[in-house]
């Protein structure tokens, strides 16, 4: 039973591109970061019913496309993760249940999140011997939506006064923007390497009667 899974779990699965989830989130996380700023606008606005009305629904809507896009994140990264063996890579560094577990758990999701994001990044597209090329420091765009994500969780803890509100929105506002780039990019090496791999498909194999 066992050794049915395991050969079961080699199988290569077939190539399914992410593409529309990844326009679906990016536009998710666009929508979460205008909610925000449009929050923290009216909160500086002071008193006055559209503020008050802003200020409120602004948040929950904030709230409730962040949940969403957490989700659906979690769900992409998954599935992208799923398609590493069909792009050629031999030996995925995570499995899709994996990426799961990894980006679920508190807290320790946030830097765990490196090495998955950085593996997905990597193994979009190898060598070809199925290799990935690895560095200590990670795919830039992905180390560097980490410490902005850092940098506005930090800016959360300190914030108080107006120009501490200002700096929390603009490093807000980065690391937004740097995740929408970072889902985009992974999604469009995934999407080259397997148009890639089908010309190569396409082109006949040499022969001798070719050759004369």
Known sequence: MLSAL??????????????????LLAAIATAQLLSVAATTVADEAGDGGWAEAVSLYGGYVAMLLLFAGVALFVDW???????LRALGTLLPSFSGLQVVLVLMVPLANIPLSHGVLTALW????????GTAPQHWLGAPLVTAWLLA???????????SGAYE????????????VLFVALVLQT??????????LELRRGVPEPSATGLR
Do not use: K
């Not at 990597?122 to 011997?129: I, L």
């Not at 509100?165 to 937004?176: D, E, I, N, P």
């Open 6 to 23: 395991s050969d079961g779990a080699l199988i290569e699965r077939p190539y399914a591109s992410t593409r529309g989830q990844a326009r």
């Open 77 to 83: 990264a998954r599935r992208a993760t799923d398609n």
């Open 122 to 129: 990597h193994e979009s597209q190898p060598r070809a011997d």
């Open 149 to 159: 994500l850092c940098a506005a969780i930090e800016s959360v803890m300190v914030a």
């Open 165 to 176: 509100r200002v700096a929390l929105l603009a490093s807000w506002l980065v690391a937004g």
């Open 187 to 196: 999604q469009r090496r995934q999407d080259e390497q397997w148009r890639d």
